[in-house]
């Protein structure tokens, strides 16, 4: 069954899907509002704390994904340069060093402007970019905040993606 057949209603609250999405992947979740769900979702790197939050002022759905990051006072000037050449690689999102919080943070608000739905099938998008781009750039971020190596090598061990058939 597709993950969209689950919900038939046409406005349906995005809170609501996300909750639907995560039960259906089993991940641990705590609804923390009406308006806010905070989940957990295993990587292969780590744990990952995924929350979603809906703002019906601006009509925006606020995704942010975080893992703790605690590089040494050293190296957070090489891990700032590293955000910046990792960020030139995304898209959808982009992701920031929360110092005060020792957390990295993907962040993406999906803009739902003039009364739009979002679909589960987007939601589940959203959540699955977040986890894909933690997993991807975890190792370059955990390289330049524990090694020598420059924020350019680091970026070399990111999984590359590839593109085209075999």
């Known amino acids: ?3 969209s057949e689950q919900f038939l209603e046409d406005e349906i609250h995005p809170i609501d899907i996300v909750e639907g ?3 259906h992947n089993d991940w641990d979740f705590d609804r923390v ?3 806010q769900i905070a989940m957990a979702v295993e990587g ?5 704390s995924v929350t979603l939050a809906w703002s019906g002022y601006d009509e ?3 995704l942010i994904c975080t893992f703790e990051m605690e590089p ?3 190296r957070v000037g090489a891990l700032y340069e590293e955000l910046n050449l990792v960020n030139e690689q995304c898209w959808s999102g982009a992701f920031s060093f ?3 919080q020792n957390l990295m943070v993907w962040r993406y608000g999906l803009v739902l402007s003039g009364g739009q739905v979002a679909s589960p099938d ?3 998008t959203m959540i699955g970019t977040a986890i894909h781009a933690a997993e991807r750039f975890y190792p370059a971020f955990q390289l330049v905040a524990w090694s020598d190596r420059t924020p350019k090598d680091a970026l070399q061990v990111a999984i590359a993606e590839a593109y085209g058939r075999a």
Not at 44 to 48: G, H, K, N, S, V
């Open 1 to 3: 069954m597709a993950l």
């Open 21 to 23: 999405i995560a039960s």
């Open 33 to 35: 509002g009406d308006d």
């Open 44 to 48: 292969q790197w780590r744990t990952y």
């Open 60 to 62: 925006t759905l606020r």
């Open 72 to 74: 040494p006072a050293d």
């Open 98 to 100: 929360w110092a005060e």
């Open 122 to 124: 987007q939601i589940d």
